[in-house]
């Protein structure tokens, strides 16, 4: 009994992680845009670009599965991260960080 409980675990996580899973091309299209280059993955742009993209995919997710509590608690732990993100390129390249909140359009 306990392998099969087991076995529909892992189910459900391999199903979550292929529908929230950024493609290499994904990724490097990303960081292409906000980075500059394919390998510029360090940029704070990019950084939060990339988080952008998760977050928009986890919140799909939880629209349909409204009890996944798991799955929530990651996604505030992303848009925390983001935020501070965000504050950090406020305080160090203002037009970059409105161009930035535009491009995305995320709310500010």
């Known amino acids: 009994m ?3 409980n087991s076995d529909k675990k892992n189910y459900y996580y391999l199903l979550l992680f292929k529908m ?8 490097a299209n990303i960081f292409k845009e ?9 940029s704070v742009e990019a950084q939060i670009a990339l988080l952008t993209e998760r977050i928009n995919s986890i919140s799909n ?9 798991s799955t929530h608690r990651g996604l505030m732990k ?3 991260q ?3 993100l965000l ?5 160090t390249n203002l037009s970059g960080y409105r161009a930035l909140i535009e491009k995305l359009g995320i709310r500010k």
Do not use: I, P, Q, W
């Not at 997710?61 to 509590?69: R, S």
């Not at 504050?87 to 305080?91: D, Q, R, T, V």
């Open 2 to 4: 306990h392998r099969k």
């Open 20 to 27: 929230s899973y950024l493609t290499v091309e994904k990724k």
């Open 34 to 42: 906000f980075g500059g280059s394919e390998k510029n993955t360090g």
């Open 61 to 69: 997710h939880l629209k349909a599965n409204k009890k996944d509590f």
């Open 78 to 80: 992303m848009v925390g």
């Open 82 to 84: 983001r935020k501070r």
């Open 87 to 91: 504050s950090y390129l406020s305080k």
